[in-house]
Every structure is written in structure tokens, then in C-alpha cells.
């Protein structure tokens, strides 16, 4: 009975088979829609974490249906607001920043400075979309045509202007944004309202990729976009790289955004807040002259809804951000020479309204720092001279006790020797380094200062520089640098106790940071050519005042006296060997 079952089951399972294989063919499966919001914006974002198109397969749950506005606009259109700063073009689609141009700022082709990714606006975010846990209340509110009201009639604006957008329609979605433009400065601040009928949401606010100024990215020393946040002071520049596919920050911030080599985009003072970063390089042609860029997004999201939040999106130029918040001077990444670098800006601006031109400034500058400078040089060559006249005979002191081990008592009679002969000539073994190691900090602050500094952005010096923030395209002045810097250490004398070749190898330094140098900013390049021109002047100077080397000969031992201790008489050396 078993086996007749058995035989039954497998007849079943060869018919059932065959009649699939031969006769009924497979439906194939409808391709997935993909539908995109206007601008972009989504509600769950990409696969890869990007913000991006909401895709929507066949096989989901069929679309809700469309519902009917009752309060909005028929036709999308451009709300323009100008200050005496920004620039700024609102869309009533979405109620979303389209454009936000710097007046004081050109880019490469002399256009007023775009800060919003206009070029990347089919496929990403813009500023100040909406996102929500629910998708279809996202999609919703980000491609609504909102009714405006506010709107400047033209010209600038004076005062701060308020510009609401207000969104309802018959499914329960009202949404309301205010924005409050700021003309004294590059603020910005927007109250969100959202509610599902009468649940009142908290959407995180986004602002797309930044930063817009395609400028930045084109130096190899300029920093690319990052995240830029700050709790209790302390200032975070998470990278691209670090950030990758998404990193999520929570925390009680003073600001938080992002950053550029020049400019930022932040919020003020958010509190307590949930930042999201997302990070991708902008895909191009493989035939583009210039490399693919760096982006990065971020989005908000309070932990209260309806709370206003406030913007700066602008120049991280000094005295621009002391005026809003004395904190923000922090995002100017100045380091440990910020103490310094303030002074000497705030001075290479006095010069520059002076004389207009700043690479002018920078020489001025350069040549005052010189002036002051030049005792602590003159002091720092004249006592390395000093040991360079009585180095053999401290080497002569040094190769009598050159057996003994450094356990030895009797090794501590060379150091009394040693003292005894640099009182008798009058030599400070730290003079020639304290006092050429105190230039060395101001040295770097206006490196840092230059490379920084938003005020050499593309300002021209003569000829061929047209950009101080850019390197040199021809090269011309790091070679003159490097030219430069090996006479200086030609003519500077030797320090006692160097191997000749490592004297050798000194001098050919110079030559490596030549190549170093290729990439810096021409600004810097100007400073340290100027810096060593004057050097090498005050070196001839100094070298006429303490007049040629008077190299001392080693004593006989018998000659050679030490004090001894706690006394004023004197003893031959030789005696106590």
C-alpha cells in the first residue's frame, strides 16, 4: 500500500513539472518606478544613505491618492530677497532655498560667489527641506506649491524681513516656514510648522550638499568641505572620509554645519540637537579637467518642534563672525597660533587700508616684523659666533676627558673647565638658540595667517599673481625661495659642534622645500621671499658689525686655570688630573 502511495506522489510531481516546464511560462516581474520629489528631497533617503529618490516598486502598496490644496499657490515661482550682503532666492515649491550669492565675493569667473550645489539640485536636497519619519508626509510638504507672504517688492532690504509659506490641503498636512533675513549680516532664520491633522510634527531640516564654492576645491592645499560642530568651545572638523555614508552626532551644541576652506554654513546655538552628516564625491565625466568633488550634507532636527533656528552661511572672515558671536572666530582653523595670528591680521589690514593692495601689505608687514625682530637675530648670529671662535678650545677640554665614562666624577672638572671658559670669553652656550627659537612662532603664525585668512582671497599682487590664495602657476616664486633660502644659509656661520656633512645636508634643504613649496598658497610664498631678502640684509648687517671670526687656538694644559669651588682662588688644571 506504501509503495503504491509513494509511486503516486512521485507520477504527481513529474506531471505537475512537466506541465510547468512545457506549457506554463513565468510572468516576469514589472520593472520598479522610481518616482523623485522635486529638488530631490525624500523621506528615506537612498540605499547608500544619501538623501535622494523615493523608489516605489509595482509589487507595494498602490499610491495613495492625490489630495486636493486648500491653501497654496497654482504656479511655482522664484521669491527674491536682496541685502546688502546676500542675495538669496526662495522657491514657493517646497518653500526651499534655491540660490544664496555673496555680494563681496567673486568666483573664477567673476560671478558674485554661489554657496548652494545649484548644479546637483535635480538629484539632491536643497536648503531647508523637510524630512519626516513618514514618507508620503515628506514627499508632500517638499513639493507643495506654497501661498507667500512678505515677500519684499524689490530693491534691498534695510530691516529684517520675515517671508512665510504656508501649505494645507485635504488629507490633514499644513506646513508653514518663516525665514528671517538678517541685512547686517549672512543670517538666516526659519520656524518650521508641521502638522498631520492635529498631530504636530517634528521634521529634521536639511540643508543639501555644501558648501557651493566650487573654488575651494581647486587648490591642493585648500580644505574640502567637512562637518564643523562645537560643544562647551571645543571645535570638531569631522572629514568627508571620516563621515562617509552617514555619521550621526547628538549633543548640546554652540553651532553645528559645515565648512569649507573659506566659508561655512552652521547653525547658531541649536542646543540640544541631532545632526546627521552624509558625505559622496559628485560624479563627473572621466574627460573633466578638474577632479571630482567633495560634498557634504547635513540635516537638524531639535528636540522640540516649532523651535526657531538660526543660520549664518558666509565668509569665515574675522571680524564678520566677532560681530555675530566672538565664539565663531573658532571656526577659522588658526590652531595654537590664534593668539598671535589676531594681532598680525588686524595689522596687515591697518597696512592694507593704507597702501589697497595686500600683497603690498604682506611686504610691509614682513619688513616691520624684520625691523623688530632684528636684535633677537643679531644676538642669536653674534653668540654663535662667539662659540665658533672658542670651539677648539672646548674641544680641547672635551678630548682630555673623552676616556672617562659619564659615571665618573671626575667628568664634572670638564663642565667646571668648560664654565670657566665661557665666563673668561664671555659666552652664553643658549644664546644663539633662545633667541633665534622666539622668531620662530610669529614665523608660523603668518603662515597660518596667510593660508587661513579669507582676505587674500583672490586679491591679485602684479604681473602673473592674480589669486595670493593660489599657488603660483608658474613656479617663479618658490624657486625664488628656495634660491633664497640657501644664500641665507651660506651666509649664516656654522654651529659649533656640527659634522661637515651635516653641514652639507643643511644646505640642501632649501632645494627640498622648494619642491614643498610648489603647492602653497602665493601669499605665503611672497612672505617667505621677503622674509628671506631682508634676512639676508641683516645678516650682511650683523656680520659688518661683529666683524670676521677670531678663531682661538687651544691652550697648554698648564695655562688652562678653573675656580675652585667656594673659593676665589684659582688651581692649574693640569694639578687636579
Not at 504636530?200 to 587648490?219: C, K, V
Not at 552628516?277 to 574627460?287: L, N, R, V, W
Request: net charge neutral; with cysteine; charged share 20%.
Amino acid at each position: 500500500m506504501e509503495r503504491r502511495v509513494l509511486v503516486a506522489f512521485l507520477l504527481s510531481f513529474l506531471v505537475i513539472y512537466g506541465y510547468q516546464f512545457y506549457f506554463a511560462h513565468p510572468t516576469p516581474k514589472p520593472a520598479p518606478v522610481s518616482a523623485t520629489s522635486p529638488g530631490g528631497a525624500s523621506g528615506a533617503g537612498t540605499a547608500s544613505g544619501q538623501p535622494g529618490a523615493v523608489t516605489a516598486s509595482a509589487d507595494a502598496t498602490p499610491a495613495e491618492p492625490a489630495s486636493t490644496p486648500l491653501v497654496g499657490d497654482s504656479t511655482e515661482r522664484d521669491i527674491r530677497v536682496e541685502t546688502p550682503h546676500v542675495s538669496a532666492v526662495f522657491t514657493n515649491r517646497g518653500a526651499r532655498l534655491k540660490s544664496w550669492t555673496l555680494k563681496g565675493y567673486r568666483d573664477r569667473f567673476d560671478k558674485p560667489l554661489e554657496l548652494v550645489a545649484k548644479e546637483l539640485a535635480a538629484t539632491e536636497p536643497l536648503p531647508f527641506t523637510l524630512k519626516t519619519d513618514d514618507a508620503r508626509v515628506t514627499r508632500v510638504v517638499n513639493s507643495a506649491l506654497y501661498t507667500v507672504g512678505g515677500a519684499p517688492d524689490g530693491g534691498e532690504i534695510s530691516s529684517p524681513a520675515t517671508i512665510t509659506f504656508n501649505y494645507r490641503d485635504d488629507s490633514g498636512i499644513s506646513a508653514t516656514k518663516e525665514f528671517v533675513l538678517d541685512p547686517a549680516s549672512f543670517l538666516v532664520t526659519v520656524r518650521v510648522t508641521l502638522k498631520e491633522n492635529d498631530r504636530t510634527l517634528n521634521p529634521a531640516i536639511q540643508w543639501g550638499p555644501g558648501l557651493g564654492d566650487n573654488d575651494s576645491q581647486t587648490g591642493r592645499s585648500a580644505v574640502l568641505p567637512g562637518g564643523l560642530s562645537a560643544v562647551a568651545g571645543t571645535v570638531s572638523r569631522p572629514t568627508a572620509k571620516s563621515i562617509g555614508a552617514a555619521m550621526t552626532a547628538e549633543d548640546t551644541f554652540d553651532y553645528v554645519g559645515i565648512e569649507d576652506h573659506y566659508f561655512l554654513s552652521i547653525a547658531l546655538k541649536p542646543g540640544r540637537a541631532k545632526a546627521l552628516y552624509t558625505a559622496f564625491t559628485e560624479p563627473i565625466p572621466s574627460d573633466a579637467e578638474q577632479p571630482p568633488r567633495q560634498f557634504v550634507s547635513y540635516e537638524l532636527q531639535m528636540p522640540q518642534p516649532e523651535a526657531p533656528i538660526t543660520y549664518f552661511v558666509g565668509p569665515k572672515n574675522f571680524d564678520t563672525l566677532a560681530a555675530v558671536d566672538p565664539a565663531l572666530t573658532k571656526t577659522i582653523n588658526y590652531g595654537m597660533f590664534a593668539v598671535i595670528i589676531v594681532p598680525l591680521l588686524r595689522t596687515l589690514n591697518w597696512i592694507h587700508d593704507y597702501i589697497g593692495n595686500y600683497g603690498w601689505s604682506i611686504v610691509a608687514l614682513t619688513a616691520l616684523l624684520r625691523i623688530i625682530l632684528f636684535p633677537l637675530n643679531h644676538m642669536s648670529v653674534a653668540s654663535t659666533r662667539k662659540m665658533q671662535e672658542i670651539q677648539p678650545e672646548a674641544k680641547a677640554i672635551q678630548e682630555r676627558y673623552s676616556k672617562l665614562k659619564t659615571t665618573d666624577p671626575a667628568r664634572q672638572k670638564m663642565n667646571q673647565e668648560l664654565m670657566a671658559l665661557y665666563r673668561e670669553r664671555g659666552v652664553n652656550p643658549a644664546g644663539g638658540c633662545i633667541p633665534g627659537l622666539l622668531p620662530l612662532p610669529i614665523l608660523m603664525a603668518f603662515y597660518y595667517m596667510l593660508n587661513y585668512s579669507i582676505e587674500l582671497r583672490g586679491t591679485p599682487f602684479i604681473g602673473w599673481i592674480h589669486d595670493l590664495s593660489q599657488p603660483d602657476k608658474f613656479y617663479l616664486l618658490p624657486i625664488l625661495v628656495g634660491v633664497s633660502q640657501f644664500t641665507m644659509q651660506w651666509m649664516m656661520p656654522a654651529p659649533p659642534g656640527v659634522d661637515p656633512a651635516q653641514q652639507k645636508m643643511m644646505m640642501v634643504m632649501p632645494l627640498v622645500m622648494m619642491f614643498l613649496f610648489i603647492t602653497m598658497p602665493a601669499g605665503a610664498m611672497l612672505y617667505y621671499f621677503v622674509n628671506n631678502i631682508l634676512g639676508i640684509g641683516q645678516q650682511m648687517l650683523t656680520n659688518k658689525l661683529i666683524g670676521p671670526p677670531n678663531i682661538r687656538t687651544a691652550r697648554p694644559a698648564a695655562e688652562r686655570r678653573v675656580k675652585r669651588v667656594g673659593s676665589g682662588k684659582t688651581e692649574d688644571a693640569s694639578r687636579e688630573n
